[in-house]
């Protein structure tokens, strides 16, 4: 996926020794052939509500063309679901087990840990502090998936807009080049140059409720 370079650090300098530490196995990163860039030149930028073409380019095909590349055929896939996403991983379960089939791929069983043993997002996340795990993105966000997914919340936008203004350039720059060659955008309803309008909006609001707050 499109991850936050603080995800990167996370997995490759506090998750991946700890797996290693406590359970004797690696972590080992798949990347698509294809760089996102490219891929958007092609396409356009991923968008709400049917066009998330990106999970199956940077995720899905990656990680079965890789089993494939080393004659895995049979595997055992475990998913982080917790019991507030039961609903979500049911309609999971079938997809991607036919979606396996389609690279030669049998998944044999297919786990869902935290929802067997009744674990909730707040009690995982919970869990990952007292494990000396726990990833400061959740300071910012409530969720950590790719940080231009047009499926998070317009606060995940605000929050990446304030906290990560980079990254949120990157994306906006991307939907400026997709706007142009595909007549694609993120959301349907703004682009992420309107957003940045917007936010810059509300925080000189803000200022000028404080400031009037403070005359009173």
């Not at 998070?152 to 994306?171: G, K, S, V």
Request: hydrophobic content about 35%; proline content about 5%; overall charge positive.
């Amino acid at each position: 996926g499109i991850e936050f370079p603080q995800q990167v650090y996370y997995v490759r300098q506090k998750l991946a020794p700890w797996v290693k530490e406590n359970f004797g196995l690696e972590i080992i990163e798949i990347h698509p052939k294809e760089p996102f860039g490219l891929q958007v030149k092609k396409h356009g930028v991923p968008f709400v509500p049917v066009g998330r073409w990106c999970c199956r380019t940077l995720k899905k095909e990656p990680f079965y063309l890789w089993l494939k590349e080393k004659g895995i055929k049979y595997i055992d896939l475990y998913q982080g679901y917790t019991v507030d996403e039961i609903l979500r991983f049911k309609n999971a379960r079938r997809k991607v087990k036919s979606y396996a089939r389609k690279f030669g791929v049998k998944i044999v069983h297919l786990y869902a840990p935290l929802i067997e043993h009744g674990i909730t997002e707040e009690e995982a996340l919970k869990l990952t502090k007292e494990h000396g795990l726990y990833n400061e993105l959740y300071n910012h966000f409530n969720r950590t998936g790719c940080y231009l997914c047009p499926f998070q919340t317009l606060d995940n936008w605000r929050a990446l807009y304030w906290n990560f203004p980079r990254l949120f350039n990157t994306a906006k720059k991307l939907e400026e080049m997709s706007i142009k060659e595909h007549g694609k955008r993120f959301l349907p309803d703004y682009t992420l140059a309107e957003l940045e309008r917007r936010f810059k909006l509300e925080k000189r609001q803000s200022k000028l409720f404080e400031f009037v707050r403070e005359g009173v």
